[in-house]
């Protein structure tokens, strides 16, 4: 849920070690969403040869490194940084910024979050800054995927899902261009969007309940344009607070080839399981069907859906999305017209195709 990715290219043991033992209990999903903005630069962290740190904010236009641009140092070490702490980069216009950290919201081995603010300006105004530690994210892949399935949307006449998923240094849409509802792709983005779930326990059945009926909603609309998600987990599904939605992200595996077995729908329907007894904070120690099993002792609806995913992996069938979907809507609140309409949509000449956009984040407007 980045768009400031600090991606070292040397590991401080040390540093590492430090961010291992210095853990920041999580606030709740209300209070990060309140917080969260965008800041949408790319930066690398390389080390230098007197093992200070030193971060280059690059133009990714490309797959390829772009253009450094006055790298500065952040004090010889990965962090935690301490309220108070301040340091400039530039945006993509070239635009020199600074920022102070406000708070260290969250800390692990791989992620720091801060809420920090921009050094002068009246309006003290809060952003979130997410700093990405692991050298393995490989964020490229989410445009070509993208606009594969915009490709494909327009070849069938289908409306594919515009779910937003992280790029090079920004939000992209699948609608052609880099202008969003998130802001533009280049300078400062202040507007709230939403906050990864990683890391969040969702007590309420009803929330878990949702984010069942969500996610499955986005693999459906997957399905319809013959694509899987290939990586369901909650790092990478987000809670948008405006629309008391959950959506599903980071596309990078879903273009690579249309799904041919059945086996790939029901690996996103038992990664989904396995995601919402995590979220719940369920420790499942025996596997796939411990989960189901957890579940399904807590919440009826979901432990149905879930010991249900247990038996497509014998019968080799593909998940019922729609009795499924239906079921879920019913269980978390959802009213059977609205859920038809997510479902569907007005008919298009393919009859199980939505064919224009609804009330819905994910769907494209008209």
């Known amino acids: 849920m980045a768009v400031v990715y ?5 590991r401080n043991v040390e540093a590492l070690k430090a961010l291992r033992v210095s853990v ?3 606030l709740p999903v209300d209070e990060i969403a309140k917080l969260y903005g965008l800041v949408p630069a790319t930066v690398r962290v390389c080390q230098l040869p007197d093992q200070s740190l030193s971060l280059s904010a690059i133009r990714r236009l490309m797959p390829d490194l772009g253009t450094e641009v006055r790298p500065f140092i952040i004090c010889g070490y990965f962090g ?3 309220a108070g702490f301040k340091a400039a980069f530039l945006d993509m216009h070239g635009q020199q910024a600074s920022l102070e950290v406000v708070q260290q919201l969250f800390m692990s081995a791989s992620t720091g979050v801060y809420s920090v603010i921009r050094e002068g300006d009246s309006s003290q105004e809060q952003l979130v800054l997410k700093l990405l530690y692991e050298q393995t994210v490989m964020f ?3 445009r070509p995927t993208l606009e594969e399935l915009e490709k494909l949307r327009s070849s069938t006449g289908r409306r594919c899902p515009s779910l937003p998923a992280m790029v090079w240094y920004g939000w992209f849409i699948a609608s052609g261009n880099m202008m969003t509802d998130f802001g533009d792709s280049g300078g400062l983005v202040l507007k709230p969007v939403g906050v990864c779930v990683k890391g969040m326990l969702f007590s309420q059945q009803q929330q878990l309940c949702k984010a069942a009926f969500d996610i499955l909603l986005a693999l459906y609309h997957l399905y319809l344009l013959e694509r899987r998600h290939r990586d369901v987990k909650p790092e990478n599904i987000v809670y948008v607070e405006a629309q008391a939605q959950f959506v599903l992200v980071d596309f990078k595996s879903a273009h690579e080839e249309a799904y041919k077995e059945k086996e790939d729908e029901v690996h996103d329907c038992v990664s989904l ?3 919402l007894a995590e979220m719940a904070g369920w420790k499942c120690t025996g596997g796939y069907l411990a989960a189901a099993i957890t579940i399904a002792s807590v919440h009826p609806v979901l432990g149905e859906f879930a010991l ?6 014998s019968s080799r069938s593909f998940p019922e999305y729609r009795h499924w979907l239906h079921k879920l809507a019913t269980a978390c609140g959802v009213d059977a017209a609205t859920a038809i309409e997510l479902l569907d949509g007005p008919k298009a000449e393919t009859e199980d195709a939505p064919c224009r956009g609804v009330r819905h984040l994910w769907l494209v407007s008209e």
């Open 24 to 26: 920041c209990k999580p």
């Open 80 to 82: 935690p940084f301490p």
């Open 308 to 313: 249900y995913a247990s038996t497509l992996q």
């Open 140 to 142: 490229p892949a989410e």
């Open 273 to 275: 399981v396995l995601s």
């Open 6 to 10: 600090f991606r070292p290219q040397a």
